[in-house]
């Protein structure tokens, strides 16, 4: 494998069980191989993580810039809240 870095890492005894278990049960043909999957998903997740949290921010920017919602803000989201709730309580 070219470009390989050889390291060493300390592992709790139940990740080094679970480690070993994974490779006794020839799902994975060695301690590297599951430690390579292990980083893979964890780059994955993180890629991720950060594409949603950019989607989130790109969402607010849009909301941010439409201006006034249709109850104009947080007083007009609480009147509404209001008048549904006693609404409900009017009915039979």
């Given at each position: 494998?070219?470009?390989?870095e050889?390291?060493?890492?300390?592992?709790?005894?139940?990740?080094?069980?679970?480690?070993?278990?994974?490779?006794?049960?020839?799902?994975?043909?060695?301690?590297s191989?599951?430690?390579?999957?292990?980083?893979?998903?964890?780059?994955?997740?993180?890629?991720?993580?950060?594409?949603?949290?950019?989607?989130?921010?790109?969402?607010?920017i849009?909301?941010?810039?439409?201006?006034?919602?249709?109850?104009?803000?947080?007083?007009?989201?609480?009147?509404?809240?209001?008048?549904?709730?006693?609404?409900?309580?009017?009915?039979?």
């Open positions: 494998m070219p470009g390989v050889k390291l060493s890492v300390s592992l709790t005894a139940e990740m080094a069980a679970l480690l070993e278990a994974a490779v006794m049960s020839g799902e994975y043909a060695s301690h191989e599951v430690i390579r999957e292990a980083l893979r998903d964890w780059q994955r997740q993180k890629s991720m993580r950060l594409q949603n949290a950019e989607e989130l921010r790109l969402m607010a849009a909301g941010i810039r439409s201006g006034a919602g249709l109850y104009g803000g947080v007083s007009g989201i609480k009147k509404e809240a209001h008048r549904r709730h006693a609404a409900k309580r009017k009915k039979p």
